[in-house]
């Protein structure tokens, strides 16, 4: 009886921290530093511009590492598409992507990029997190509204469930 009345406290509280943790991750997103980056170097293979009239994503392909970089529609719309197209098969680059992606790249060959150049910067670390700084605010906004309200779901069942009595109940028997 008891575990019926308190496994949606639990489902709401495990929510509720599952979202904490992505609005850290969200709060993060615009404050990468070298010291959070990696930068690498490669040669430039091609690239495919997607657009979709509202948002531009890319892919770029290189060799020596041979690999996929991504960069996302949040940042794809601020590129200057000719700064890109204007890239040479056999030309070097360098890109910088965040530690954990890093990892992803070696291993899978693919992987989200932050900053991008060759002979003139492309995408600076600086132009990524101001990007990221106005694009996150809806989703910031958002998910703390969310979290308001698992947080008065949880008083809530909380105070229906006597949650805190159950508790002092156990300690004295």
Same mark, same amino acid.
């Given at each position: 009886m008891?575990?019926?009345?308190?496994?949606? =406290? +639990?489902?709401?509280?495990?929510i =509720? =921290? *599952?979202? &904490?943790?992505?609005?850290?991750? $969200?709060?993060?997103?615009?404050k990468? /530093?070298?010291?959070?980056?990696? %930068?690498?170097?490669?040669? +430039? &293979?091609?690239?495919?511009?997607?657009?979709? *009239?509202?948002?531009?994503s890319?892919?770029?392909?290189? #060799? @020596?590492?041979?690999?996929?970089?991504?960069?996302? !529609? &949040?940042?794809g719309?601020?590129?200057?598409? /000719? !700064? $890109?197209?204007?890239?040479?098969? *056999? #030309? /070097?680059?360098?890109f910088?992507? %965040?530690?954990?992606?890093? %990892?992803?790249? #070696?291993?899978?060959?693919? !992987?989200?990029?932050?900053?991008?150049?060759? @002979? #003139?910067?492309?995408?600076?670390?600086?132009?990524?997190?101001?990007?990221?700084?106005? %694009?996150?605010?809806? &989703?910031?906004?958002?998910?703390?509204? +969310?979290?308001?309200?698992?947080?008065?779901?949880?008083?809530?069942?909380?105070?229906?469930?006597?949650?805190?009595?159950? =508790?002092?109940?156990?300690?004295?028997?």
């Amino acid at each position: 009886m008891k575990l019926k009345k308190l496994l949606p =406290f +639990f489902i709401v509280l495990l929510i =509720f =921290f *599952g979202m &904490a943790g992505n609005l850290v991750s $969200i709060i993060l997103s615009d404050k990468l /530093s070298e010291n959070s980056t990696v %930068e690498q170097t490669a040669v +430039f &293979a091609g690239a495919e511009c997607s657009d979709s *009239g509202k948002d531009i994503s890319w892919i770029i392909y290189v #060799q @020596e590492p041979e690999g996929t970089l991504l960069i996302p !529609a &949040a940042i794809g719309n601020y590129i200057d598409k /000719s !700064a $890109i197209n204007a890239l040479q098969t *056999g #030309q /070097s680059i360098s890109f910088r992507m %965040e530690l954990a992606n890093a %990892e992803q790249y #070696q291993h899978d060959g693919m !992987a989200r990029i932050v900053a991008l150049k060759a @002979e #003139q910067e492309i995408l600076s670390l600086d132009d990524y997190n101001r990007i990221m700084h106005k %694009e996150k605010q809806p &989703a910031l906004i958002a998910g703390l509204v +969310f979290e308001a309200v698992l947080c008065l779901l949880l008083i809530y069942l909380a105070r229906k469930n006597k949650i805190c009595s159950l =508790f002092h109940r156990n300690q004295n028997q």
